[in-house]
């Protein structure tokens, strides 16, 4: 079965570093979603991507959190400087390339970061 | 805006008991429904889905009927097993606003006992 694969699967990182957390979305699939899930936040989304551009981010933090797409096979979440408040689980989805709401999300097994 | 309420957990049950796990939603558009499942250390998986009013969704045992009339989609399972014991999501789809919003529920925690 097609996975999508994120890397790396747990990251542990002091205050004030930079992260970057990697997505291979499945080939093919050109849609492609950020979330942070927390205990006290549940699944959160932090960004969408179509065709590479992102269609929303309102869910991210602007000031430290970015989110790119460099090509069809990667997608990027980015945070600089990390804070102990980041610690979270973060996921990537991605959906096929067909439109409309009936497509299910395929997701990754995560990243689990901790700020110390 | 859109909505997914989904009972609270933690549900334990006893192996081979009924499952009812309740959700409803409020939507703007004609949403299609999910069901999600996660175990330990892994990422949400589709468990079933449903497109259109009353259209039933079913796998592994589990089922959920999309009720416009009542904005319900709630899964059951007639006899839970041990290895059913996870995190479960209500979810809807709503790709009215021209793009897909896809909106989680807070995730219902079931653990089964032997």
């Known amino acids: 079965d097609a996975r999508v694969t994120q890397t790396p699967r747990h990251k542990v990182t002091e205050m004030g570093q930079e992260v970057t957390m990697r997505c291979q979305p499945i080939?093919?699939?050109?849609?492609v979603f950020w979330y942070r899930q927390t205990m006290m936040q549940g699944l959160e989304l932090l960004a969408y991507?179509?065709?590479?551009?992102?269609?929303?981010d309102s869910g991210m933090p602007k000031d430290r959190f970015s989110a790119e797409m460099p090509d069809a096979t990667l997608a990027t979440l980015k945070i600089q400087p990390s804070e102990p408040r980041d610690s979270a689980v973060y996921f990537c989805a991605s959906t096929g390339p067909l439109t409309g709401g009936n497509q299910p999300q395929h997701f990754g097994d995560g990243t689990r970061l901790s700020i110390l | 805006g859109d909505s997914v309420t989904q009972m609270e957990g933690p549900v334990t049950l006893s192996e081979e008991a009924f499952l009812t796990i309740n959700c409803t939603y409020t939507a703007t558009g004609y949403p299609s429904l999910f069901w999600y499942v996660q175990y330990p250390g892994e990422g949400l998986q589709l468990l079933l889905k449903a497109t259109k009013a009353d259209d039933k969704g079913s796998n592994k045992g589990f089922e959920a009927t999309y009720r416009k009339e009542t904005t319900s989609f709630h899964l059951e399972k007639g006899s839970v097993q041990v290895s059913d014991s996870a995190v479960y999501f209500c979810?809807?789809?709503?790709?009215?606003?021209?793009?897909?919003?896809?909106?989680f529920g807070i995730g219902t925690k079931l653990q089964v006992i032997p």
């Open positions: 991507f179509r065709n590479r551009a992102p269609l929303d």
């Open positions: 080939l093919g699939h050109n849609t």
């Open positions: 979810a809807l789809s709503d790709a009215s606003g021209g793009y897909q919003k896809v909106t």
